[in-house]
């Protein structure tokens, strides 16, 4: 079992930059798939960036060369560097892990069995 806790939202004008991380409790972290998904009013949660135990990652196309997801198994935290950002971007954004008998990459939300509480993310025009 894995536990996650999201930091780092906040408000910030568009262009700006935000790094959001999550924090891992636990045991195996380094064995857990994990990724960003975001999820804003009325609509349904979609998958930002998904980064597996070998470090490959995958992006949505909407944030592609913006966004960058990275993880430090020493310390159990994944990160979410995002730059550029556009209201377009304005979400509740949740870490999720998941694990499985090889390393997949998926932006998939029934792929993972794990989930943070959230970090608001809002960009104003």
């Known amino acids: 079992q894995v536990q996650l806790v999201e930091s780092g939202g906040g408000s910030v004008q568009a262009g700006g930059s935000l790094r959001l991380s999550c924090a891992a409790s636990g045991e195996d972290y380094s064995t857990y798939y994990m990724a960003w998904f975001r999820q804003a009013p009325g609509k349904e949660r979609e998958g930002v960036a998904s980064?597996?135990?070998?470090?490959?990652?995958i992006y949505d196309d909407s944030v592609k060369g913006r966004f960058t997801i990275s993880r430090d198994n020493a310390k159990n935290t994944l990160y979410l560097q995002m730059n550029s950002l556009k209201p377009e971007d304005t979400a509740m954004y949740y870490c999720a892990a998941g694990r499985g008998v090889v390393p997949i990459l998926t932006l998939i939300v029934s792929d993972f069995t794990h989930w943070g509480q959230g970090t608001q993310v809002t960009v104003s025009s």
């Open positions: 980064i597996d135990s070998d470090g490959s990652t």
